[in-house]
């Protein structure tokens, strides 16, 4: 089993669609979590971190279940602009620190 | 604020050759992470320096290896390059604490690796 696990998509929705993904993480001891977007040959970067009692930023909302080790994230009135990869990221500080990469979800937004 | 930067953009190097990346990670950030992401798969993570020293190695041959250097930028060498190594390779940097900000990785642009 991957340490971390996301469904690759691609995820093709209409413009003002919401659209939610999910990633499953199977080290109970992880502490971090965030959600990162990387545009066709870009270098990610940070969308948002993962905080446990959920948190919203804009149309983006990211929910964390430690109970069922997944982490969510919500978009809500989806833009042209959002069509990237998703990349859920989790950070296990067993001595020390490991952030482990999904493979990313591909979000493609139509007009 | 300067970002991270890497160097080169671009490298081309045939099979057998060795290959130098380097990173600068932004001012005040004391830890360095290295990863490569081959054409259409995720990122593996190589390096992590902290300080100086080399703090946790991802299940890389030991031909990848690396160091930091005092003022906190690193490199990553690749020696006896096989054309698997073929890949961009980003490098992140982050600070230490409890803070606002703390621990979070923000990755360079990245540099091509092309091995012919």
């Known amino acids: 089993r991957k340490e971390v696990e996301q469904d690759p998509g691609p995820f093709n929705v209409p413009e003002g669609a919401t659209v939610a993904f999910n990633c499953t993480y199977s080290?109970?001891?992880?502490?971090?979590f965030f959600w990162y977007r990387q545009d066709c040959r870009k270098e990610p970067k940070l969308l948002m971190s993962v905080y446990s009692s959920g948190n919203e930023d804009g149309r983006f909302t990211a929910q964390l279940n430690r109970a069922s080790q997944y982490i969510s994230l919500l978009i809500r009135d989806s833009k042209l602009s959002d069509s990237a990869t998703y990349l859920c990221v989790v950070n296990t500080r067993s001595g020390t620190y490991k952030y482990i990469f999904g493979t990313g979800t591909r979000l493609k937004v139509l007009a | 604020e300067a970002g991270v930067t890497q160097s080169p953009t671009h490298l081309i190097k045939t099979r057998g050759q060795q290959a130098t990346l380097r990173c600068s990670p932004i001012?005040?950030?004391?830890?360095v992470y290295w990863y490569q992401q081959a054409l259409g798969l995720g990122l593996q993570f190589l390096l992590w320096?902290?300080?100086?020293?080399?703090?946790n190695r991802g299940n890389f041959p030991p031909r990848f290896s690396g160091r930091q250097f005092p003022n906190y930028s690193s490199e990553l060498n690749v020696n006896a390059l096989e054309l698997e190594d073929s890949a961009l390779y980003l490098c992140?940097?982050?600070?230490?604490?409890?803070?606002?900000?703390?621990?979070?990785?923000?990755f360079g642009a990245g540099s091509r690796l092309t091995v012919l």
């Open positions: 001012s005040g950030h004391t830890s």
């Open positions: 080290n109970s001891a992880s502490q971090s």
């Open positions: 320096y902290d300080e100086g020293e080399e703090r």
């Open positions: 992140a940097s982050s600070f230490p604490g409890s803070g606002f900000g703390a621990n979070v990785l923000t």
